[in-house]
């Protein structure tokens, strides 16, 4: 007997994959710049900006592994058009930091901030999206340093970079502003289905200006 489908939208097959994209065996490894090192006891996770409260918002690393812990399955496509399909990503739904540190009633967008400055920035529908989760996890094992120990973010439906690896904080934001890549002509939402993968693709309405 099978449950109701409850699902919000209906999930592609797993063998079907965004336009342009091709399967890549194996999981490589994708970044700008130096793997980071991990320094437990200088590691906070911050969630700041336009918070409900006007406060900050800090764990450190032993507070936030404790967090509420769930798993999502998603796929990673890489704008230079690998997909890495079915992993179980296990972490802190983004939705819970959001519960546990909520935003001010104007926030529309977020930005995801990583080691050495790296960042990316979600419209809050993306952030809220019931499979976007801050990673610690890949099929049951810790991620390793080169796929963003301790924390990445995962967020399925969007293109990979929209996923910071070595997440250190969350920034609530008022009007949109753009990360690291979509300053550098990528995408500002960044949706795979439809491949927006660069800048000059957009829309009014896709993002600030250029
Ligand atoms: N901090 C940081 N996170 C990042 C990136 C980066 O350059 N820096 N690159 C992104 C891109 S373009 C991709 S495709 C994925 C790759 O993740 P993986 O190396 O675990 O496959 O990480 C994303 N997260
Ligand atoms: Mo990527």
Redesign the pocket.
Known sequence: MGQPESRERQEPEQSELPPGQRLQRG???????PVPKFRQERWEFRVFGATADGDKHCWNHEEFSALPFSTVVGD?H??TKFS?VGAEWGGVPARTVVELAPPAPGVTHVMVW??YG?SSNLRLADFLSDRTIFATHKDGELLTA???FPV?LVVPHLY??K????VRGVEYMTADRRGF?EERGYHNVGDPWAEQRYSYQEVPGDGPEL
């Open positions: 999981w490589p490894v994708t970044h700008y710049g990673l890489c704008v890495m990583a080691e790296f080169e796929h963003g990445r990979a970079w996923g910071p690896k070595w890549w």
